[in-house]
């Protein structure tokens, strides 16, 4: 079981924007940084967002992260069809020394 | 160019061993941190295990701490993951992925199919 909770799915037409949750802990979210991964079907994970809203390299700006005490969200703008893909929150857990992935969320263009 | 490539995933019975490894290139592979991450089929991403850069931290998941064990060889950069007593749950790709401001770079993985 994990403990960072997403939701299952979102959606939204292209244009549109799309957020995301992720609620944790104050020994996760609470205390250290939130990263953003994107899996395209079929593909190996990629990173979206470090830190509390820095991004990769040629990740647009588009991606937008942020962090409230134990939940944080990642936001969508005009939303793209090459945006559907499964999205995933992570952060470090100091209490158990372990790095914990988020439930995922699949994002469908509509 | 970073690249990460895993190799030694399989078939395998329960109760088996298996050792994975992760060829590295494109960057100083001994100035930075290692992971494994795995993805059951059709199921989310799971942190598996953590190596500091020197090899002196190491860090694993509840779900295979006692039975697999991460190295690291940074005169050939390399990683591995032995994992003994393999059960139908660790059926999953296997991916390592260089640790710097989070996971930043992934390999394609490599698929551990535990069977009988």
């Known amino acids: 079981q994990s403990l960072l909770t997403q939701p299952p799915s979102a959606s939204g037409t292209p244009g549109q924007g799309v957020t995301i949750s992720c609620s944790g802990s104050s020994s996760n979210i609470g205390s250290n940084i939130v990263n953003w991964y994107q899996q395209l079907p079929g593909t190996a994970p990629k990173l979206l967002m470090y830190?509390?809203?820095q991004r990769p390299s040629g990740v647009p700006d588009r991606f937008s992260g942020s962090k409230s005490g134990t939940s944080a969200s990642l936001a969508i703008s005009g939303l793209q069809s090459e945006d559907e893909a499964d999205y995933y929150c992570?952060?470090?857990?100091?209490?158990?020394?372990?790095?914990?992935f988020g439930t995922g969320t699949k994002v469908t263009v509509l | 160019e970073v690249q990460l490539v895993e190799s030694g995933g399989g078939l395998i019975q329960p109760g088996g061993s298996l050792r994975l490894s992760c060829a590295a290139s494109g960057f100083i592979f001994n100035n930075y941190e290692m992971s494994w991450v795995r993805q059951a089929p059709g199921k989310g991403l799971e942190w598996v295990s953590y190596?500091?850069?020197?090899?002196?931290?190491?860090y694993y998941a509840d779900s295979v701490k006692g039975r697999f064990a991460i190295s690291r060889d940074n005169a050939r950069n390399s990683l591995y993951l032995q994992m003994n007593s393999l059960r139908a749950e660790d059926t999953a790709i296997y991916y390592c992925?260089?640790?710097?401001?989070?996971?930043?770079?992934w390999g394609q993985g490599t698929l551990v199919t535990v069977s009988s």
């Open positions: 830190g509390y809203h």
């Open positions: 992570a952060a470090w857990d100091e209490s158990l020394n372990v790095y914990v």
């Open positions: 992925a260089k640790d710097s401001s989070g996971l930043e770079h």
């Open positions: 190596i500091s850069s020197s090899g002196s931290a190491i």
